[in-house]
């Protein structure tokens, strides 16, 4: 079956690094665009990335643009979400998800791994 799974996150310092990482198994990610979306405590789920399946194309939230980078190593069926210069307001579950396209028809979604940005 489809699954996906996050890790990388954990407890940072404004200003600092995570990598995030998304793992597919039951199926390849060549011919999935995949995205990144957050929801912090009381907020709605918001897209942060994504990345297409045709030719790489990757698309940023305003808030997140030229801090986050997202990538895919399809050899290794996983995609990644590089976060630098991190801010308090990044602070969420991060998920991942298929999809036939970017923002259209996400799916299979993985659990989340927690991102807190604190002193």
């Known amino acids: 079956q489809v699954q996906l799974v996050e890790s990388g996150g954990g407890l940072v310092q404004p200003g600092g690094s995570l990598s995030l990482s998304c793992a597919a198994s039951g199926f390849t990610l060549d011919y999935s665009a995949i995205g990144w979306f957050r929801q912090a405590p009381g907020k709605q789920r918001e897209g942060v990335s994504c990345i297409s399946s045709s030719d790489g194309t990757t698309s940023y939230a305003d808030s997140v643009k030229g801090r986050f980078t997202i990538s895919r190593d399809n050899a290794k069926n996983t995609v990644y979400l590089q976060m630098n210069n991190l801010k308090p307001e990044d602070t969420a579950v991060y998920y991942c998800?298929?999809?036939?396209?970017?923002?259209?028809?996400?799916?299979?979604w993985g659990q989340g791994t927690q991102v807190t940005v604190s002193s």
């Open positions: 998800a298929t999809a036939s396209a970017c923002y259209s028809d996400f799916g299979a």
